[in-house]
């Protein structure tokens, strides 16, 4: 039960809404009893009044008989009412015990699914769960009762007429699901083409420039021209299939029919019963193919929901970090900015099982020193940092701060202590300010107006319109360079201890990027600043370079001594300054 995300929400809805629960069953239980009612006023109607041609009473049952059907649509409203607020219920609180889920789901889990599929968990699977429980299930319910009431009056009429009944019930209902299947078959073959070109038209606006740039507008027109044929072609089959099936279920209505008139008309009147009876019956059994078509759209409905049940229980059971101390705060982890020691100890980390990213990591990093990683691109430089930040856990060793495993750093005080730059900038919805603040109330104007200064950047948004109150409208609001100095501002708006820059001058111009270093070298006076490069020019002024090889720690020292004892990282400087000349 705890491993499972539905049964859990189900009940707790149920347990906060029990006056609403006895209300759909009495509904429920209205909507199927009252529908037995009308045949069997239609049967008095006929036999006492029509068939003798007396009037006594006629007023009263055809009253009864309207009054009756007036209280199936109350019961059917009810019904539908109370199961759509019991659904937006449930799913309501399946998605917010998904969304808890997520923010202590495992940092690795993102990199193993891409985020169209951890979005489709909480939309598309979501939803089928929505209609196990609007349509599916009590659907269900109340359609098999229809079906045993119905049979079961009919049999009350005559045995034989019942015996008719069942003999058809099987055909009808295997009828009905044969062209289910083929029908849904079609509909989920159509969905995955219907993916494909939604997916090729936003491939195309994406690389319009470069499909242009290479003149590949013929082959993308090629393409897309197949996925619509194809497209067309299961299409097609769906619209044949409904419009074919309901045909075939009033000429199977009109048959069942025909036998009854015929097996109870004449001197024959094999079946024995009134004409009354009669009328009854046709009315009966027209009414029994809805409950029977309706099952099988439901057991459809259950099989499509049952799948989104296992997809959002697995996506629960992922492992989620471990267990943080709440009681540390950034003041007990770093009481003295003078005073931070970084401490790897033997630490080794996989993405995936026997794929070694970082193995065995010995490193002791010494209070405000400015250390930069250097290293072939996919040596783990930026997994080392997220290590560092406590995103991801280690499979093997520990990753200190000050002494205090970093993971179990709440993610409250990590602001606080760490400011980092990442490869690439993620705007969010609001102002300029906020792009930097991320919405922290405790962040105050002027200390976003002083990070912003810090970048030079301060200038730029005083002469948008609004200034700091600009709301970004979309991602080509600012430039690639203007992005990577906002994430810099981001970073250290709150005065951190410790700056990790995972290329910070990838995107800048080469006198923004001096600019930027000999501000970060001005800072490294008051933080402990860790950064990655693949320009090894521009950390000649670190105190130490650690130079990542193999997964494995390949040197350390000072830019001087490394010049003097490492081929590797000589050569590089070497070709560096030839592209200079």
């Known amino acids: 039960m705890k491993n499972d995300l539905v049964k859990i929400a189900l009940a707790k809805v149920v347990r906060q809404n029990k006056g609403i629960i006895a209300l759909l069953i009495i509904a429920v239980?209205?909507?199927?009893?009252?529908?037995?009612?009308?045949?069997?006023?239609?049967?008095?109607?006929?036999?006492?009044?029509?068939?003798?041609?007396?009037s006594d009473?006629?007023?009263?049952?055809?009253?009864?008989?309207?009054?009756?059907?007036?209280?199936?649509?109350?019961?059917?409203?009810?019904?539908?009412a109370i199961l759509t607020i019991l659904g937006q219920k449930i799913t309501t609180r399946i998605r917010l015990e998904m969304m808890y889920k997520l923010g202590k789901i495992k940092t690795r889990y993102f990199s193993?699914?891409?985020?169209?599929?951890?979005?489709?968990?909480?939309?598309?699977?979501?939803?089928?769960?929505?209609?196990?429980?609007?349509?599916?299930?009590?659907?269900?319910?109340?359609?098999?009762?229809?079906?045993?009431?119905?049979?079961?009056?009919?049999?009350?009429?005559?045995?034989?007429l019942g015996m008719v009944t069942l003999l058809f019930l099987p055909i009808i209902y295997a009828i009905t699901r044969l062209f289910q299947i083929r029908m849904l078959k079609a509909q989920i073959i159509n969905r995955i083409l219907v993916g494909k070109v939604n997916n090729h038209i936003a491939e195309s606006l994406n690389n319009v420039l470069m499909i242009k740039s290479f003149s590949k507008e013929q082959y993308m027109e090629q393409n897309f021209t197949g996925y619509l044929r194809e497209n067309f072609q299961t299409l097609e089959k769906v619209n044949f299939y409904d419009a074919v099936f309901s045909p075939i279920i009033q000429v199977l209505r009109a048959i069942v029919i025909s036998?009854?008139?015929?097996?109870?008309?004449?001197?024959?009147?094999?079946?024995?019963?009134?004409?009354?009876?009669?009328?009854?019956?046709?009315?009966?059994?027209?009414?029994?193919?809805?409950?029977?078509?309706?099952?099988?759209?439901?057991?459809?409905?259950?099989?499509?929901?049952v799948s989104g049940v296992g997809r959002v229980n697995e996506f629960y059971r992922e492992p989620e970090d471990?267990?943080?101390?709440?009681?540390?705060?950034?003041?007990?982890?770093?009481?003295?900015?003078?005073?931070?020691?970084?401490?790897?100890?033997?630490?080794?980390?996989?993405?995936?099982?026997?794929?070694?990213?970082?193995?065995?990591?010995?490193?002791?990093?010494?209070?405000?020193?400015?250390?930069?990683?250097?290293?072939?691109?996919?040596?783990?430089?930026?997994?080392?940092?997220?290590?560092i930040l406590g995103l991801l856990q280690p499979q093997q060793g520990v990753i200190t701060l000050n002494g205090i495993d970093v993971c179990s750093i709440p993610n409250r005080e990590k602001r606080k202590i760490y400011g980092y730059v990442d490869q690439s900038f993620h705007l969010i919805k609001g102002t300029v300010a906020e792009q930097i603040s991320l919405q922290d109330e405790s962040i105050?104007?002027?200390?976003?107006?002083?990070?912003?200064?810090?970048?030079?950047?301060?200038?730029?948004?005083?002469?948008?319109?609004?200034?700091?109150?600009?709301?970004?409208?979309?991602?080509?609001?600012?430039?690639?360079?203007q992005k990577q100095l906002l994430a810099i501002a981001r970073a250290i708006v709150t005065d951190p201890p410790l700056l990790l820059l995972d290329e910070i001058t990838a995107n800048l111009d080469s006198i923004t990027e001096e600019r930027i270093v000999s501000v970060m070298q001005k800072a490294s006076q008051a933080h402990t600043i860790l950064s990655i490069s693949h320009r090894l020019s521009s950390v000649i002024s670190s105190d130490k370079v650690v130079i990542l090889e193999n997964c494995r720690v390949k040197n350390a020292g000072s830019p001087e001594v490394l010049m003097q004892n490492d081929d590797w990282y000589r050569s590089h400087i070497t070709l560096e300054k030839l592209t200079w000349k």
């Open 29 to 54: 239980l209205g909507v199927v009893l009252t529908s037995l009612i009308p045949p069997q006023i239609l049967k008095i109607i006929i036999d006492r009044n029509l068939v003798p041609k007396s």
């Open 57 to 80: 009473g006629l007023l009263y049952l055809a009253a009864l008989y309207l009054g009756t059907l007036l209280f199936i649509g109350v019961f059917d409203f009810l019904k539908e």
């Open 112 to 160: 193993a699914h891409e985020s169209g599929t951890v979005v489709s968990r909480f939309t598309n699977d979501v939803e089928a769960i929505n209609t196990l429980f609007t349509s599916g299930v009590v659907g269900m319910i109340i359609s098999s009762f229809k079906i045993i009431g119905i049979v079961v009056s009919i049999w009350l009429f005559s045995y034989k």
């Open 259 to 305: 036998c009854i008139v015929l097996l109870s008309a004449g001197k024959i009147s094999l079946l024995g019963i009134s004409l009354g009876m009669v009328a009854a019956s046709i009315e009966l059994i027209s009414n029994l193919f809805e409950p029977v078509e309706n099952l099988g759209m439901e057991l459809q409905n259950i099989q499509q929901a």
């Open 322 to 387: 471990e267990e943080k101390n709440e009681k540390l705060t950034a003041a007990q982890i770093i009481p003295d900015r003078s005073a931070i020691c970084i401490r790897f100890d033997r630490v080794s980390f996989q993405y995936e099982n026997n794929l070694d990213i970082l193995k065995d990591i010995n490193i002791t990093l010494d209070p405000q020193e400015n250390v930069a990683f250097v290293g072939r691109t996919g040596v783990g430089k930026s997994t080392l940092f997220k290590l």
């Open 444 to 481: 105050g104007r002027e200390q976003i107006e002083a990070a912003l200064q810090y970048v030079g950047m301060l200038g730029y948004v005083e002469s948008l319109e609004k200034g700091l109150d600009t709301e970004v409208s979309g991602d080509t609001f600012f430039s690639q360079g």
